[in-house]
């Protein structure tokens, strides 16, 4: 099992910086693929950003050049920089682990930018 579980999200401005990390025990997820991805009020989940082992990266157009997926494997925890944040970036952002086949997901931080 993993168990993820994020936090920093909060209110920030629009064109403002926010970063979000997510803490995972039960596993080590070196070799596991991670992501984020949020979903806003009346929408669906949607991806945001993945990172490999390897430390690869794939983003979400809406997103890509304004947030940054990171890992600390020695740590076992995801980050996302989130900058240049616009009001359509308000959402519950949820922390995504790809294991032996599996989906697990954290509980969601709320993000909410403001203008």
Partial sequence: QVQLVESGGGLVQAG????LSCAASGRTLSSYIMGWFR??????REFVAR????????????????????R???????????N??????????????????????GQGTQVTVSS
Avoid at 39 to 44: F, N
């Fill in 51 to 70: 990172i490999r082992s390897s430390g690869r990266t794939y983003y979400a157009d809406s997103v890509k050049g304004r947030f940054t997926i990171s």
């Fill in 84 to 105: 240049s944040l616009r009001p359509e970036d308000t959402a519950v952002y949820y922390c995504n682990c790809v294991a032996e086949g599996n989906d697990y997901w």
């Fill in 39 to 44: 979903q806003a009020p009346g929408k669906e």
């Fill in 16 to 19: 403002g910086s926010l970063g």
């Fill in 72 to 82: 600390d494997n020695a740590k076992n925890t995801v980050a996302l920089e989130m």
